[in-house]
């Protein structure tokens, strides 16, 4: 057959955009499907883009029926003609409307699957799981492959604990914990492990982003959800939202007031100028947390191009916590002293944001879009800790030693991003943005004499700091698709200029600039069937209190200080994966590495300075951050989604990987085997009820001076609908067995250190929940409380 003729038979192509039919919003990771008429034979397949763009090239001129599948949404069907005088056709914007479902005589939206594992991306969906009222953010990553959270609710990926935060798609406040931010007010949670340029190189760990409620539908909707729990512990939510024209109004509000009790035992050996002391604590604590939050928005469709975004948010966070503990010391051949020592903290933060959006786009010119953002958050509150002996020998001093920082913190950022596709096949993206942070703050040291007296600040211990960062960035990224191939490539800059100073101490400056590059091939092959490799650089840069020399003392013996001598880590990220789905099936594979330079890590050791100082026969403990060598995780990860009967669902996933880190010496290495799993069993013996049984485990995990010990425990829950699915009824009980606890063994030259937590995990929670307007309860049970999960402070 003469060349030119094969030409003209595989130049068709087929492109388009597929939009949410409500919100217009872009559907990325969708199925496009290309089948020849009459016989329905599979010609083509790809993914929508993350701006919902997709184009199927190299087609023959024929009569085709082109599909379209998108998780939650119904499958769409359009009929497509090639012919030789018109092969191309340009679809513009393909409306695809929600899966609704029947039930009896009531109809349900479609449901989205709680755990959706993509290429490079893992999405857990809060929005639609009624049971995570009461419950933290913290709960719902539990659930997440490779992902731990410790008892201070600071969260690791593949034991990297660089792990940026986003709020919405924008980087969030540094003092927002998961820990204490209510699940009842996210709609999805994405955990991104390899981003590509459009995104901060911030985050050595991955991106983790938080994506907050915004209901659409017309008219008034929304819910109300109470929850209460055993041992006092309540909360409760309002989500609404207003379709008007072309306005959409939402907001929602929250409060929760919990009290959690625990306990916890610390065993110390340290040796100073060769005579050894041990500390044993053992002790209880009681925590009240008061969380209050409000957000109002609202979206403005100037056209169907067009549309504005405007939300102001403020929270308040008050937490009360205290510590009664008793300690024996024990020096040398010396007798036992015995001490009653009590440790208060007493947290008032709080949080405002304001922020704007913009997007633009061309229907003539399908993929093309401008956005832009502007954010400013006020961040700040006051942290006071203190610590008494309430009885002990005379040599102890009866008075009470009081630390009070004052934190303000002012966050403003500005971005524009701009996507031009060059064809159905081609196009190019560039985007720049400024991050400023300015941080004032004091951190005064008072003691008491007496019970019955005033504290006293002293000029010795307290502290004036002043912290400035200014992050100017940009970046560009090119993608092209060819056949079932596709290729993705792009480099970011990032200027990074910091000023530190703490009075009386002295001052540090910092001024980087970096590339960051990033890469993607991904081949779509048979049978519903992914291929991608890709690749990353990033960094971690440290937080503001890891830099200043700021003593921040957690009781008398023991503090955490800042290093201005530590810089980032740099990390070379890589990932293989595989995706196959086969009717209600989904496998996902992905081979993943790992490698940091100059790590950051906390190292404890014994300040024999002040050791020698104190008079005292004890020893103080110092917490500092070093970069210390190279670290390297890479292994295996699987997720599973499977249906076993008609009422049966199991969802599983796991990791398994070597975790090596460098020694707190900085010569050699730690390094060991360690991976999690989960487990969730999702049953609906009938259609208005559904039960769960769920089960996770994080193994042992080693750190530059130490291990973290297993972490395990399993829930299980129970949801009626009620009233015509206008409200339902959940029960549920957290760690069932109680056997969530933290364990942590460390050791330097001269101390060896044990610490044993065990926080009130195993509560029971009653949920009722009424629903406004459209919305319904969903038919799946997930992230209701799970407890206390850890943390103090801001």
Known sequence: MCPNLLAAQSVGQVSGTLLDQRTHQPLSFANVLLLRLPDSTLVGNTQTAENGTFTLANLAPDTYLLRAEALGYQPTRRLVALRANAPVVRLGEWLVAPAAVQLGSVVVQGEKAVLVSELGKTIVNVGKDLNSAGGTATDVLQKVPSVAVEENGQVSLRGNSGVTLYL??????????????????????????????????????????????????????????????????????????????????????????????????????????????????????????????????????????????????????????????????????????????????????????????????????????????????????????????????????????????????????????????????????????????????????????????????????????????????????YQQKSGLWEYQAGLRAEYTGLQAKVLPTGSASQQLFNLFPSATVARTLAHEQRLQLSYSRRLNRPNFLQIIALPIYSDARNYVVGNPDLRPEYVQVAELGHQISWEATTLSTTLFGRFANQAIQSLRTIDTMATRLSGQPDFIARTSYANLGHTASYGLEMSLTQPVTTWWKLTANGSYYRNQVASYTGNGTRANFTGTAYLLNTFSPTKTLAMQLSGNYRAPLVVPQGRLLAFYGVDVAVRQRLLHDRAALTLRVSDLFNTRRQYTQLGADGLSANFQTKYETRVGYLGFTWFLGNNKPTNTIDNQPKGDTGGIGG
């Open 168 to 477: 919405d798609g924008k980087p969030a406040p540094s003092s927002l914990r998961l820990d204490q931010l209510p699940a009842s007010r996210l709609e999805t949670i994405e955990i991104i492990t390899n981003p590509g340029a459009q995104y901060s190189a911030q985050g050595a760990g991955g991106i983790i982003n938080l994506v907050q409620k915004k209901q659409t539908q017309d008219n008034w909707n929304g819910d109300v959800l109470t929850t209460v729990g055993t041992r006092d512990k309540y909360s409760t939510s309002l989500n609404l939202s207003r379709q008007l024209g072309k306005f959409n109004f939402f907001g929602n509000a929250n409060g929760v007031s919990n009290q959690f009790r625990g306990s916890s035992a610390l065993q110390q050996v340290a040796t100073v100028d060769g005579r050894t002391t041990r500390t044993d604590q053992t002790g209880l604590n009681t925590r009240d947390q008061t969380n209050e939050g409000l957000r109002l928005g609202v979206d403005y469709a100037l056209n169907t191009q067009q549309r504005f975004t405007l939300t102001t948010e403020f929270y308040k966070n008050d937490l009360r916590t205290t510590q009664n503990f008793a300690t024996l010391l024990t020096h040398d051949s010396a007798p036992t002293i015995n001490l009653q020592n009590q440790n208060a903290e007493v947290d008032d933060l709080y949080n405002a944001r304001i922020s704007g959006n913009y997007r633009r786009t061309w229907p003539t010119h399908p993929g093309r879009e401008l956005s832009a953002s502007a954010m400013y958050i006020l961040d700040g509150g006051t942290v006071t800790t203190q610590q008494r002996v309430l009885d002990g020998p005379a040599s102890y001093s009866r008075s009470a030693r009081q630390q009070l920082l004052d934190v303000t913190i002012h966050l403003p950022s500005a971005q524009v991003d701009y996507v031009h596709p060059l064809d159905e096949k081609r196009r190019w993206g560039v985007g720049i943005k400024t991050d400023l942070m300015v941080t004032p703050g004091s951190a005064d040291y008072a003691v008491q004499p007496t019970v019955e007296a005033e504290f006293v600040r002293q000029e010795a211990g307290s502290y004036r700091y002043y912290y400035r960062q200014v992050i100017p960035q940009a970046y560009g990224s």
